[in-house]
């Protein structure tokens, strides 16, 4: 740059346009500098707010974070435990189950022997019953054979001694 420059009429013109305008807007601009100033004093109590919220809801996430891990070890904890209960619980029951049908296969068993006997029993009374019935009818049949041939060699006998 040359010295020329400055020296240019247009140049000193706007140089002093400029000088004019930066004294004729001198108070009002120390006005709106106040109010700048003003305004940037709000934002940055808003800023201390926001940081202020903001270091609080940090605060807030770590205790829920914290909260949840306990959760989540608690959960675990109770999984596991619920699990080993349900296998204590299949256990209890295939022992029950078991118990019940070895009570239900002695039970059934018992039951068999008691019929047994008893059918034995009945089957032995019908037995001796049909036995005697036929002994009977047998010893009856007897008695009659005997008593025609008391009679036949009792008349033979009575035809030879009349004879």
Same mark, same amino acid.
């Not at 596991?80 to 239900?104: A, D, P, V």
């Given at each position: 740059?040359?010295?020329?420059?400055?020296?240019?009429?247009?140049?000193?013109?706007?140089?002093?346009?400029?000088?004019?305008?930066?004294?004729?807007?001198?108070?009002?601009?120390?006005?709106?500098?106040?109010?700048?100033?003003?305004?940037?004093?709000?934002?940055?109590?808003?800023? #201390?707010?926001?940081? *202020?919220?903001? +270091?609080?809801? !940090?605060?807030? @996430?770590?205790?829920? $974070?914290?909260?949840?891990?306990?959760?989540?070890?608690?959960?675990?904890?109770?999984?596991?435990?619920?699990? #080993?209960?349900?296998? *204590?619980?299949? +256990?209890?029951? !295939?022992?029950? @189950?078991?118990?019940? $049908?070895?009570?239900?296969?002695?039970?059934?068993?018992?039951?068999?022997?008691?019929?047994?006997?008893?059918?034995?029993?009945?089957?032995?009374?019908?037995?001796?019953?049909?036995?005697?019935?036929?002994?009977?009818?047998?010893?009856?049949?007897?008695?009659?054979?005997?008593?025609?041939?008391?009679?036949?060699?009792?008349?033979?006998?009575?035809?030879?001694?009349?004879?």
């Amino acid at each position: 740059m040359n010295i020329d420059h400055f020296l240019n009429p247009t140049f000193m013109v706007g140089v002093a346009f400029l000088l004019l305008c930066i004294m004729l807007a001198k108070p009002g601009w120390n006005m709106l500098i106040a109010k700048l100033e003003e305004h940037r004093q709000e934002v940055s109590l808003e800023f #201390q707010k926001i940081d *202020q919220i903001l +270091k609080e809801a !940090q605060d807030r @996430l770590e205790y829920a $974070e914290v909260i949840l891990e306990r959760f989540e070890t608690k959960k675990e904890s109770f999984l596991q435990h619920i699990e #080993q209960h349900s296998i *204590q619980l299949e +256990k209890t029951f !295939q022992k029950e @189950l078991s118990n019940k $049908e070895t009570w239900e296969n002695a039970r059934f068993h018992t039951q068999c022997d008691t019929l047994l006997k008893a059918w034995k029993k009945e089957a032995n009374q019908r037995f001796m019953k049909e036995l005697n019935i036929h002994l009977g009818t047998l010893l009856h049949q007897d008695m009659v054979r005997y008593a025609k041939l008391n009679n036949s060699v009792f008349s033979q006998f009575l035809k030879e001694r009349s004879s």
